[in-house]
């Protein structure tokens, strides 16, 4: 079980003080984050995509994370997400091999399409077409890492002959990909294709929603012949704040919940943390509360949590990870070690993808007969 820290890297001013930091600071201050997020004890960081305010989270992620890769040496380095619908598969295959070369294999991508609309426009893309794009693009992504000598023609790109994307893969095994989705079934049909993994980043949503998306993908994971349902790879969000005393973190996130751009004027933080997993409290709550995410989707592999938003003050965002590395991480990996069956695996690393490869386990798109599951 592997337990990360996500970004999106927005730029919001403090409601408690009427500080916004500059974008520059915003830059350095995610630096810190990172860095402090492996110090604590997490085992991945990921960021963002964005090409618009109020966010500073890169237009291309791999610049910030070779930039990490350089000054860490044991988190791994993901994206969350990457814009598989805007951006050039091919300068896609390009870039994250580079990086995974660069971070000796600690990195892996959450693909997805994005959540602001206006992004298909300025990348000449249409918005009605994203499901289309994420599959076209992928399937072709999907080949630029394992094929040297690409023929290829769609829709959406001028076709290729005989390409070669370079560098190629670290070790020869494409980065591991998790399919990103908040309400999009097709998504999840594409990580079950595939045999890849599913994030679903359920900070928004409720139990029922997640519980549904996460079973149409582990079932269809197991028809697609990559094994069975409970041995999926699934991934979650989180969003947490934490004071020893739950009132006293309730009180202190309330002005910060209240404005965020992705959260305010809308339901009570009360009721919001009703129906989503957003949990302001104490450690032990966020521990329940997290405890009970297994009980929704079963055994999994991977939970992400969002500490950084909503314009909280750098120092207090680095308090909250020294609480997580303190008091909650250690509990959850004993607790979720409890009663795991011994065949449900690991988040994939890169150690395991090579061997995967070598003993010619490695996931056939569509399944079938030949599936691994099926041999």
């Given at each position: 079980?592997?337990?990360?820290?996500f970004?999106?890297g927005d730029?919001?001013?403090?409601?408690?003080?009427?500080?916004?930091?500059?974008?520059a600071?915003?830059?350095?201050?995610?630096?810190?984050?990172?860095?402090?997020?492996?110090?604590?004890?997490?085992?991945?960081?990921?960021?963002?995509?964005?090409?618009?305010?109020?966010?500073?989270?890169?237009?291309n992620?791999?610049?910030?994370l070779?930039?990490?890769?350089a000054?860490?040496?044991?988190?791994?380095?993901?994206?969350?997400?990457?814009?598989?619908?805007?951006?050039?598969?091919?300068?896609?295959?390009?870039?994250?091999?580079?990086l995974?070369?660069?971070?000796d294999?600690?990195?892996?991508?959450?693909?997805g399409?994005?959540?602001?609309?206006?992004?298909y426009?300025?990348f000449?893309?249409d918005?009605?077409?994203g499901?289309?794009l994420?599959?076209?693009?992928?399937?072709?992504?999907?080949?630029?890492?394992?094929?040297?000598?690409?023929?290829?023609?769609?829709?959406y790109?001028?076709?290729?002959?005989?390409?070669?994307?370079?560098?190629?893969?670290?070790?020869?095994?494409?980065?591991?990909?998790w399919?990103?989705?908040?309400?999009?079934?097709?998504i999840a049909?594409?990580?079950a294709?595939?045999?890849?993994g599913?994030?679903?980043n359920?900070?928004?949503?409720n139990?029922?929603?997640?519980?549904?998306?996460?079973h149409?993908?582990?079932?269809?994971?197991?028809?697609?012949?990559h094994?069975?349902?409970?041995?999926?790879y699934?991934?979650?969000?989180?969003?947490?704040?934490?004071r020893?005393?739950?009132q006293?973190?309730?009180?202190?996130?309330?002005?910060?919940?209240?404005?965020?751009?992705?959260?305010?004027?809308?339901?009570?933080l009360?009721?919001?943390?009703?129906?989503?997993?957003?949990?302001?409290?104490?450690?032990?709550?966020?521990?329940?509360?997290?405890?009970?995410?297994?009980?929704?989707?079963?055994?999994?592999q991977r939970?992400?949590?969002?500490?950084?938003?909503?314009?909280?003050?750098?120092?207090?965002?680095?308090?909250?990870?020294?609480?997580?590395?303190?008091?909650?991480?250690?509990?959850?990996?004993?607790?979720?070690?409890?009663?795991?069956?011994?065949?449900?695996?690991?988040?994939p690393?890169?150690?395991?993808?090579?061997?995967?490869?070598a003993?010619?386990?490695?996931?056939?798109?569509g399944?079938g007969?030949d599936?691994?599951?099926?041999?």
């Open positions: 079980m592997e337990f990360g820290i970004t999106i730029v919001t001013t403090d409601p408690t003080t009427g500080k916004t930091p500059t974008d600071q915003r830059l350095k201050d995610t630096v810190r984050i990172a860095k402090h997020a492996e110090e604590v004890g997490f085992d991945v960081f990921a960021t963002g995509q964005h090409h618009n305010p109020p966010f500073v989270a890169p237009g992620p791999p610049v910030l070779a930039y990490l890769a000054q860490t040496e044991k988190i791994t380095l993901s994206t969350a997400t990457t814009l598989i619908t805007t951006m050039d598969p091919v300068r896609l295959a390009e870039d994250y091999s580079y995974q070369h660069l971070a294999g600690r990195v892996d991508l959450t693909m399409r994005g959540n602001t609309g206006p992004v426009p300025w000449g893309k918005i009605r077409k499901i289309e994420a599959i076209e693009n992928y399937a072709l992504l999907h080949r630029l890492w394992r094929e040297e000598d690409v023929d290829w023609s769609g829709k790109r001028t076709p290729l002959q005989g390409f070669t994307a370079t560098p190629r893969p670290l070790d020869g095994v494409a980065p591991f990909v399919h990103g989705s908040i309400r999009s079934p097709q049909e594409q990580a294709y595939y045999g890849d599913f994030f679903h359920n900070i928004f949503w139990k029922e929603h997640t519980q549904q998306m996460v149409l993908y582990r079932q269809r994971y197991e028809h697609y012949g094994g069975k349902a409970h041995q999926a699934v991934a979650l969000g989180g969003h947490a704040f934490m020893k005393n739950s006293d973190a309730i009180r202190e996130f309330r002005p910060y919940f209240d404005n965020a751009p992705v959260y305010g004027h809308g339901p009570s009360e009721d919001f943390m009703k129906m989503t997993p957003l949990t302001v409290g104490s450690p032990q709550q966020v521990i329940d509360r997290t405890l009970e995410f297994r009980e929704w989707v079963g055994d999994y939970q992400m949590f969002l500490v950084d938003h909503a314009g909280l003050p750098t120092d207090v965002v680095l308090e909250q990870m020294d609480m997580f590395g303190e008091y909650v991480l250690p509990v959850l990996r004993k607790e979720f070690a409890i009663g795991r069956p011994a065949d449900v695996p690991d988040a690393t890169h150690a395991f993808l090579v061997e995967r490869k003993r010619g386990e490695e996931p056939i798109p399944g007969p599936a691994p599951a099926n041999r």
